[in-house]
């Protein structure tokens, strides 16, 4: 067994390091949330309900095949996008010294080993992806990685109608991003319910593989709650419809055309379907996709322990120690290796070999389970945990929280809330500071910025180690620190007299 997992490991991080040199059309392997589920549901009955719903009974048959799959083969490709993006591509200002210069600049009179710049292009790439469209206003779901290092992002419906896309907010964690079209009454799909799924269901894998636009495959859910250890939230739908490279963010539907997963990622000794294609559920897409939306950042609800599926401690200490007897009164649930001092689990009284049985009366088996159980809640929300100590079952309120310890939500902020504006620094800056890149601050009022003790006109060069040449630089990095566990925007730049300074200024509230 553990040369096996040595093996689907290794073949996991190959692809993806595959798909990291040429985008989201190779991406194979994708990449750890809460009203409380009837609110949830009642939101997306409401904004995603379709009227003309098919029941199970309007589905037909055939002699030739077990379930006539023609109906929802049409809702899909119809609600399916095909994803393309540009990477690089820009003209950029790098800085060098040049070596001949450095040892003979002063034996020839002229320089000193200065630093000087140059214009380069950098290369640029095309790649491919799938998208569903979730709303009639042009709301669509994908990938992460699809989109993640994308300059520019076009969508194609299947009726060929092209669109521009804007990127509304991505989640690494889940690998799921939101993006918009300026679209009206467009085909939205209608959006199922993943819990419902069963093993051995019929299901169709809809997306645009290899650049064959609006491709459907058909298969059965081989499993469900997968954990694969591609991303920080996962408990992936498996199916053995084929799902190949372009078919990232496209959809997995059911037998009524339903969404049930966004495809995600391949198993694959090669690269390509060999078997079997992973999904992400929607019960996990719905908390994202109304998080960015109302929030511009997912609500991550934290328990505040470490553990892992029980079987697997089991299994591991009896290959440390051929003697051991496992006692627990079960083998399924997740075991407690931590509880995190001051947190939510903490708080409500579990301790270190506890073992997780349900959340809110869903059994949970596996650590995978137990993920996609707490997808569903944000910090503030409670839930009833049931576990086992010393064999005998007890249960307890747990009042989930946030990154920082606190009950609160936070919606991410704009970059003016720093209080200052941005902007990128002209030619004649760059030659009077001798500089390739950077952001000045302007209209510096009362803030983040001037309390962390930096001044008008200072010239931002690094952001958390991101290179500074646009206002856009400057949004990610921004970005990026307030879904941080630290919350910290560390800058490193210059004044306008050269002076080299650099600041840590804390995020979130004041």
Known sequence: MKQTKKRLYGTLAAIAFFSGVTGAFTFSVARNIGATRGAENAVYETEYADPNLMTVSNIKSTPSQPVDLTVAA??????????KVIIGGETKTIEYRDPFEEFFGDFFGHGNGSTQRRQVQTPKQEAAGSGVIISKDGYIVTNNHVVASANKVSVKLNDNREYDAEIIGTDPSTDLALIKIDGNDLPAITIGNSDDLKVG?????????????STVTAGIVSAKGRGLGANGVESFI?????INKGNSGGALVNARGELVGINAMLYSETGSYSGYGFAIPVSIMKKVVTDI????TVQRALLGIK????????????RSDDKYKADFGTNDGVYVAEVVEDGAAAEAGLKEGDVIISVSGKKVTKMSELQEALSKYRPGDKANVVYLRDKKEKSTTITFRNSKGTTKVSKAEKLSSLGAEFKEITDNDKKALNVAFGVKVTNLKAGKLKSAGISNGFIIRKCNGLNIKTVKDMEKAFKAAQESEEQTLYIWGQTPAGVQASYAVQLGED
């Not at 809702?75 to 399916?80: I, L, M, R, T």
């Not at 269901?201 to 636009?213: D, K």
């Open 307 to 318: 553990g892992t599926t029980l079987i697997d401690y089991i299994d591991n200490k009896k």
């Open 201 to 213: 269901e019929w299901v169709l894998a809809v997306g645009n593989p290899f650049n064959l636009t």
């Open 238 to 242: 498996q199916t053995d419809a084929a």
């Open 74 to 83: 049409e809702k899909g490709c119809a609600s399916v996008v095909y994803i």
């Open 293 to 296: 939306k109302e929030y511009g």
